[in-house]
């Protein structure tokens, strides 16, 4: 089954308390498409510009992750520059160079224009709109991120394209900000009249919560002894949850489960080592080692 | 089996979004009490003062909560004032009058002493350890609450009573605050070589995680659909895990993770009203009902 996503591609400088990396590999395509490819197929819509060479364009090699629609153009990739501090709850920005991503128009390949399923990054609502109007035809699932900037600026689009969606990836700010509701079993019933079906909720190191017509779930982060930088958490949980779902082919409650389970552990990978570092050589041995692990821990035996 | 809690039974004057109470009824023990009794026999030391009437008094009766240990003094009972914002993380306190509670040394009455479980509330670190040196007979268990101001304040007391401690239940601030460490995982490490071999961590809205020498175990909260007041949250949780642990008289990892959920049910209630009201009049019914309900919702079916 194929997967698509449209998001970004882009370099990041980031510092943690447990140290620092320049230019490494970042954007919520990049892990979302690392991560959702450990399950499927994945088909990438993004932009680089000429710095983005041979050594960035390896890390999806020997993947089923297919670049057709990772665009080239001339200019910069784009560049985001961050910092957390020792609570690892928010990342200040301190730099953002939007670079070739400014002027980014994602143009389906036609060969992407029948995939089964999309995923619409964290994109202007605008063009996660024209991505799912180049679709040939109507995906299994659309599933969609977004943030308060477009929330507060993009009210209205954010609201069309929200027609057309099954499932919400958001955080407790952002589905505060979207429904005006502080508990998220009422946001859910706001995010229901909006079309989303499905709600997920990202509490970062809490876990996530799951909102289903079928009823609600929810699962702690799996506990580590230490994170080294949760930069990109979020878009990998996206792409284990999404990338199970598309290799299963359901949507229903135990799936969503599971799929809510298989994208805590990509994520618990990521945020051990800084940037794609951990993403890029975890197996999927190491994966079903600690889903194993995973459900074991939450299980809650009879006495 | 029977179960002595040694806290504060307090007057709080509370304001959150959704409205605002005087003089209702509040404190740890009080909390604690009203949950754990709903799983076994509760014995109470604290300090009231005048103003402590029957009408308060009638709260713990036709419950099995045992009152002989509740000194009644010449002065004003401890009063608190405190407000929350729209995010409910944290309570502002506006004002703390301690009255009869700055004096306050817990004396066991003769009964009391050979009570088979002890949670010694939040109170100084002295006070802890002069409870347990009280007791005629070694407690099948000891579970500790504490606070940042003894943690930073208290140290050396602290560290000497927790080395009488079984079950430590704190928050993520003070976890971190007393082992210096910022992942719950590597703490309990810390933990364990103070003395207490269960660590419970309260995340408030995001559950609780609970570390023991058989496994880890996390749980989401309850979910609801409105919080009202979450005043004393915290020590509910703390009665309806210790009481139920005390009710099965299992210390073991599936006691203790079902223990959670029966705390996180009780701490569910008490959010939905101010104060006490809802604890107050909640049914054992009700409370099964709920405990099944959220036994399904966090269950992971086989695919």
Redesign the interface.
């Known amino acids: 089954m194929s997967l698509l996503v449209v998001g970004s591609v882009a370099f990041d400088d980031v510092e943690t308390p447990l140290g620092r990396r320049e230019r490494a590999l970042g954007g919520s395509a990049t892990y979302f498409s690392l991560s959702a490819s450990q399950h499927t197929d994945v088909r990438i819509v993004a932009v680089v510009g000429e710095d983005f060479g041979e050594k960035e364009m390896g890390v999806f090699k020997d993947r089923p992750i297919d670049l057709h629609g990772l665009e080239h153009r001339p200019g910069k990739s784009f560049h985001w520059k961050g910092a957390y501090q ?3 709850n928010e990342a200040k920005t301190l730099e953002t160079h939007l670079n070739v991503f400014a002027d980014f128009h994602p143009r389906l390949p036609e060969t992407y224009r029948g995939s089964d399923y999309l995923f619409l990054g964290n994109i202007a609502p605008e063009l996660q709109l024209d991505v799912v109007r180049q679709m040939a035809t109507r995906p299994k699932w659309i599933a969609l991120d977004t943030m308060n900037y477009w929330i507060s600026g993009s009210r209205e689009p954010l609201e069309r394209v929200l027609k057309e969606v099954d499932i919400l990836l958001v955080n407790d700010g952002e589905v505060r900000a979207l429904t005006g509701e ?5 946001a859910y019933q706001r995010v229901r009249e909006m079309g989303p079906s499905v709600l997920v909720v990202k ?1 970062g190191e ?2 996530v ?1 799951l909102f289903t017509p079928e ?6 982060a799996y ?5 080294v930088d949760p930069t990109g958490a979020g878009d990998t949980f996206a792409g284990g949850f999404l990338g199970f779902l598309a290799r ?1 082919g ?1 949507m229903d409650f ?2 969503l ?2 799929a809510t ?1 298989a994208g805590s552990v990509l994520a618990s990978f990521t945020v051990e080592r800084f940037s794609t570092e951990r993403l890029e050589t975890v197996s999927p041995r190491e994966i079903q080692e600690r889903l194993t692990l995973f ?9």
Chains 1, 2 share one sequence.
């Open positions: 020792w609570d690892f502080r508990q998220n079993a009422r509490h809490f876990g919560s009823g609600v779930f929810a699962a702690p506990p580590l002894e230490e994170v299963i359901r135990p799936a489960k599971h389970l459900s074991d821990m939450i299980r809650v035996e009879a006495l």
